[in-house]
């Protein structure tokens, strides 16, 4: 079965982030599908064009990545995000589950501080069969028209963490989008997620930002994560 890579940016990035993440992607070998509001040259590009960043466009451009790719499974790439080699190893054992990395630390970039902690699942750390979350965002993309969420919304809105972003880990009764399953694995070393001044979501680095306190909190310094020459990098 086949593997591939989609991509998607708001063409907002500080270029050295960009550059750094974008070149974690390339090291995997994997085609990629990439979709931008502006012309890159990154895998196979295609341009949404006349939108602005927000939730409903960010929906749209990973429709059309899905669209274009004609891969088996897919790994979710974003553009802030640092991927170790070995996260792409990784093959979905099954079509109709949602594969999602937990060995990932968020970065207080370009603070010395990173942190992590129990069953940190993210939209960007997901592996699974390329038709099952099409059919899925297909779904949330007419959910989200039903709601008439802003197009030109350029932060995050309340309610897409309420139903949740990550599909098959908020059940309908918890006040989630669908009833879809979801799977955690680890790689054998850790993504870093970079939270900078221009995340979409909440940069959710210090425990003041969460509602519900998460388990097993882990605070370190950019040297102490395994796999990874953070300091060097980035010139720090």
């Known amino acids: 079965m086949t593997k591939g890579i989609i991509y998607y940016t708001d063409n907002r990035l500080d270029k050295i982030i960009e550059d750094a993440c974008r070149k974690t ?9 990439s979709c931008s509001l502006k012309p890159i040259d990154f895998g196979d590009n ?16 990973i429709i059309l990545c899905l669209e274009n790719s004609r891969e088996d499974y897919v790994f979710f790439c974003e553009h802030d995000v640092l991927y170790h080699k070995s996260h792409f190893d990784y093959t979905p054992p099954t079509d109709d589950i949602y594969y ?56 995050e809105p309340r309610f897409a963490r309420l139903y ?3 599909p098959g880990t908020k059940k309908k009764k918890r006040g989630g989008f669908s009833d879809e399953d979801f799977i955690q694995w680890r790689s054998k070393y850790p993504d870093v997620d970079i939270r900078h001044k221009l995340t979409f979501t909440k940069a959710k680095t210090q425990l003041k930002e969460f509602k519900h306190l998460p ?13 990874w020459n953070l300091r060097q990098m980035f010139n720090l």
């Not at 992607?25 to 599908?33: D, F, K, R, V």
């Not at 990932?104 to 979350?133: A, F, G, K």
Request: glycine share 4%; with cysteine.
């Open 25 to 33: 992607i390339s090291a995997s070998g994997l085609p990629i599908t």
């Open 46 to 61: 295609i341009v949404l064009k006349n939108r602005n960043r927000s939730y409903p466009t960010m929906v749209d451009q």
């Open 100 to 155: 999602y990395n937990v060995n990932n630390w968020r970065w207080q970039y370009p603070l010395d501080r990173i942190i992590s902690y129990e069953r940190l699942t993210s939209l960007s750390m997901l592996c699974c069969n390329r038709e099952l979350v099409l059919d899925h965002f297909k779904r949330r993309r007419a959910f989200v028209g039903k709601l008439e969420w802003s197009i030109d919304r350029a932060r």
């Open 164 to 166: 949740g972003y990550e």
């Open 215 to 227: 388990k097993l909190w882990k605070e370190r310094t950019i040297d102490q994560i395994t796999g």
